[in-house]
């Protein structure tokens, strides 16, 4: 299935989802309307619509699309949240002992 919806920023909304994913049912369920909306334009897409279900499928569409949208900022300001927090504990760099003699 392709996947072309381009929200904010020009950031592919499933890119986002996959690397920003918080609680795997709320990830489920974006993208269970994730793949509503693209069903959606798919539809819309057909030229045998009749025109009420195509604008139907298009006002349900971008409500979805505005909802979407809303979650992943959402998630963005956790990440950013998280990025920019000072509890965070610095990293430090890994001690592999690759040149101790054993003396």
Same mark, same amino acid.
């Given at each position: +299935?392709?996947?072309?919806? +381009? ?17 795997s049912?709320? +990830?489920k369920?974006? #993208? #269970?309307?994730?793949e509503?909306? /693209? ?29 979407? #949208? ?9 990440? /950013? ?5 000072? #509890? ?16």
């Amino acid at each position: +299935m392709k996947q072309s919806f +381009m929200f904010k920023g020009g950031v592919m909304a499933r890119t986002i989802a996959k690397t920003s994913a918080g609680k795997s049912g709320s +990830m489920k369920n974006f #993208e #269970e309307r994730l793949e509503k909306l /693209e069903t959606l334009g798919e539809l819309i897409r057909k030229t045998d619509i009749p025109l009420d279900e195509a604008l139907k499928a298009f006002e349900e569409g971008i409500r979805l699309a505005r909802d979407l #949208e809303k979650d992943l900022e959402k998630v963005e300001s956790r990440i /950013e949240i998280l990025i920019n927090s000072s #509890e965070a504990p610095p990293e430090e760099p890994a001690e592999l002992d690759l040149f101790e003699t054993g003396e």
